[in-house]
T-cell receptor, first 115, second 117 residues
Framework: DAKTTQPNSMESNEEEPVHLPCNHS???????IHWYRQLPSQGPEYVIH???SNVNNRMASLAIAEDRKSSTLILHRATLRDAAVYYC????????????????FGKGTKLSVIP | EAGVAQSPRYKIIEKRQSVAFWCNPI?????LYWYQQILGQGPKLLIQ????????DSQLPKDRFSAERLKGVDSTLKIQPAKLEDSAVYLC???????????????FGEGSRLTVL
């Protein structure tokens, strides 16, 4: 499985943008890049995913390097509610023919937001 | 839309006892996953179902863990007998997972926290 590397922890001030980096130098051409986050005492929740082009949704933006060996999750204005562990995951391509797939989680980046 | 439901939220047992966790996925989701999350680590996949069939159980400790998904809807994860190292949060997730449809999203429940004494 292709691996990802993330910093263990990051800090941000409230209402400032946050850039969470992820390295995935062994990514294959068909690996999707997923981001999930996990708030304290909650299950992980989907944030965003992409393949090659940058992606935006109501929660965040995903910037993908041209060579796809790294990506950055961008939270445009951090709030206290954004304090969580953020996981960068490459979609395991096994079983994709059946329409289902697996996500293998690493340790993620713990984001602290300072009021 | 109702999310993934899990019960119980908390369970404390003695080692060598048994425990069962229940999961009701989002209606219409064909794929169901059980993950184990030990404190300080990311979730680790235990088993994946597609409808009522097992797709992958390669990381399930089959000497003590079992899981079933009868009728392709609800699922139960059982541990018997429990060990101290089984203390963790057990997360259930579901996804649409129909052939040819890629949604990119897993929906997780809040988890069941197990403490083994």
């Amino acid at each position: 499985d292709a691996k990802t590397t993330q910093p263990n922890s990051m800090e941000s001030n409230e209402e400032e943008p946050v850039h969470l980096p992820c390295n995935h130098s062994t990514i294959s051409g068909t690996d999707y890049i997923h981001w999930y986050r996990q708030l304290p005492s909650q299950g992980p929740e989907y944030v965003i995913h992409g393949l090659t082009s940058n992606v935006n949704n109501r929660m965040a933006s995903l910037a993908i390097a041209e060579d796809r060996k790294s990506s950055t999750l961008i939270l445009h204005r951090a709030t206290l509610r954004d304090a969580a562990v953020y996981y960068c995951i490459l979609r395991d391509d096994r079983y994709s023919g059946a329409g289902s797939y697996q996500l293998t989680f690493g340790k993620g980046t713990k984001l602290s937001v300072i009021p | 839309e109702a999310g993934v439901a899990q019960s119980p939220r908390y369970k404390i047992i003695e080692k060598r006892q048994s425990v069962a966790f229940w999961c009701n996925p989002i209606s219409g989701h064909a794929t169901l996953y059980w993950y184990q999350q030990i404190l300080g680590q990311g979730p680790k996949l235990l088993i994946q179902f597609q409808n009522n069939g097992v797709v992958d159980d390669s990381q399930l400790p089959k000497d003590r863990f079992s899981a079933e998904r009868l009728k392709g809807v609800d699922s139960t994860l059982k541990i018997q007998p429990a060990k101290l190292e089984d203390s963790a949060v057990y997360l259930c997730a579901s996804s649409f997972g129909r052939q040819g449809v890629y949604t990119g999203e897993l929906f997780f429940g809040e988890g069941s926290r197990l403490t083994v004494l």
